[in-house]
C-alpha cells in the first residue's frame, strides 16, 4: 500500500502554477520599478551624500546671504525653527543669530530619537 507523504499533497500542479504567476508578478514589478529609479535621473542622493548634507545644512544657513533661501533651507530639515539675534558690533548695528528653539520635520525627526545629528556646527 503506497501512500502520499505531505509534499507531493500540497504541491499540486494548480499551487504550482499559482506560485510560477506569483514569479512572474514580481518579476514585473521589479522591471518597473527598476524603470522608476532610472527615470528619476539623478534627482535623488544616496544615504551618505544626504547624512553630508544634514551635517553641512547649519554652515549653509550661516553664510546665506538671503533670508528667503536660508528660510526655504531650514523648511526641508524643521517644522519650527527660532533663531534670536544678539546685537554686536562696535555700532551695535550688527547681529548674532543664535537657535534658540526647533522641531525637526518627519522624518528627521527619528534621526534625533536615535542620537544622531542633533547638533550642528557652524
Same mark, same amino acid.
Given at each position: 500500500? *503506497?501512500?502520499?507523504?505531505?509534499?507531493? *499533497?500540497?504541491? %499540486?500542479?494548480?499551487?504550482? /502554477?499559482?506560485?510560477?504567476? !506569483?514569479?512572474?508578478?514580481? +518579476?514585473?514589478?521589479? &522591471? =518597473?520599478? +527598476?524603470? #522608476?529609479?532610472? /527615470?528619476?535621473?539623478?534627482?535623488?542622493?544616496?544615504?551618505? &551624500?544626504?547624512?553630508?548634507?544634514? =551635517?553641512?545644512?547649519? &554652515?549653509?544657513?550661516?553664510?546665506?546671504?538671503?533670508?528667503? #533661501?536660508?528660510? =526655504?533651507?531650514?523648511?526641508?530639515?524643521?517644522? *519650527?525653527? %527660532?533663531?534670536?539675534?544678539?546685537?554686536?558690533?562696535? $555700532?551695535? +548695528?550688527? *547681529?548674532?543669530?543664535?537657535?534658540? !528653539?526647533?522641531?525637526?520635520?518627519?522624518?528627521? !525627526? +527619528?534621526?534625533? &530619537? $536615535?542620537?544622531?545629528?542633533?547638533?550642528?556646527?557652524?
Amino acid at each position: 500500500m *503506497k501512500t502520499e507523504d505531505g509534499a507531493s *499533497k500540497k504541491f %499540486t500542479p494548480d499551487y504550482l /502554477s499559482r506560485l510560477l504567476a !506569483d514569479v512572474t508578478n514580481l +518579476k514585473q514589478c521589479l &522591471e =518597473e520599478t +527598476k524603470c #522608476l529609479i532610472g /527615470s528619476l535621473d539623478g534627482s535623488y542622493i544616496e544615504y551618505e &551624500e544626504f547624512l553630508k548634507l544634514y =551635517e553641512n545644512t547649519g &554652515e549653509l544657513v550661516r553664510l546665506t546671504s538671503g533670508m528667503l #533661501l536660508a528660510d =526655504e533651507i531650514i523648511r526641508i530639515f524643521f517644522s *519650527k525653527f %527660532t533663531a534670536t539675534g544678539q546685537i554686536k558690533g562696535p $555700532n551695535g +548695528k550688527q *547681529k548674532q543669530w543664535s537657535v534658540t !528653539d526647533h522641531c525637526f520635520r518627519e522624518p528627521f !525627526d +527619528k534621526l534625533v &530619537e $536615535n542620537g544622531q545629528y542633533s547638533v550642528w556646527s557652524g
